[in-house]
């Protein structure tokens, strides 16, 4: 039995989000895991799917992988993007693997790939750093880190924050990093608001105003 892996949209209707193919499989799906089921059922639903007549169960339960025990496929579905990655859809990936069950991804919409492609930022050696530290001299003391590597590797370092803390990190990233540094913020990917500014630090600082709470994705090359 396999384990999908269903890219969800990040802003703006699933329809136009998804390629067919990804929306073929899985309306042909009746069991999924699922981070937020408030969430995946309006997603469901947007496809037309029966959601009354679906089975959701949390991502982090017990018996999630139960209807591939069963011999039915499943669907891994996260809050926006791409499951699994800094998601905990990651645990039940594992999972899967360990008893013998195939994992398939579907195309779809990733935030941290599309960040990278508009950012006019190194595209051949890049890291994902997922969340940075929240104390303030821990944050500080990484981002720090991560200016050296880029700039030894020369590395793009991709991060991200929850957005109710994109404009401190911000302000760290500015206090911080060298001026010749160059960054990318890229906010609210495929929504209407979308924005993705690439900029050296010594122009942010003249001229940074809020993010917001967005959800953002930061890039860094030193």
């Given at each position: 039995m396999i384990?999908?892996?269903?890219?969800?949209?990040?802003?703006?209707?699933?329809?136009?989000?998804?390629?067919?193919p990804t929306i073929r499989i899985v309306k042909g799906l009746r069991d999924f895991a699922v981070e937020n089921a408030k969430t995946a059922r309006a997603f469901l639903g947007e496809l037309g799917m029966p959601v009354r007549d679906l089975r959701i169960v949390a991502v982090d339960a017990e018996d999630a992988l139960q209807p591939l025990r069963e011999g039915r496929a499943l669907?891994?579905?996260?809050e926006a993007g791409c499951p699994a990655i800094a998601d905990p859809g990651a645990k039940l990936v594992e999972a899967a693997h360990r008893e013998g069950f195939r994992v398939v991804p579907l195309v779809g919409p990733s935030?941290?790939?599309?960040?990278?492609?508009a950012s006019g930022l190194e595209g051949q050696r890049f890291a994902f750093c997922g969340y940075l530290p929240r104390e303030p001299a821990e944050r500080e003391k990484r981002i720090r880190q991560l200016e050296k590597r880029s700039r030894v590797e020369k590395e793009t370092q991709i991060f991200i924050e929850t957005p109710?803390?994109?404009?401190v990190l911000l302000a760290a990233l500015l206090e911080n990093c060298s001026p010749g540094t160059r960054l990318c913020v890229a906010a609210d990917l495929t929504?209407?608001?979308e924005s993705i500014t690439t900029k050296r630090v010594a122009e942010w600082r003249k001229d940074a105003g809020p993010i917001g709470k967005r959800p953002?994705?930061?890039?860094?090359?030193a």
């Open positions: 384990l999908y892996a269903i890219p969800a949209p990040l802003g703006g209707a699933a329809v136009d989000a998804l390629p067919a669907g891994l579905l996260s935030s941290l790939v599309l960040a990278l492609m109710y803390r994109n404009d929504a209407a608001a953002a994705v930061f890039l860094l090359q």
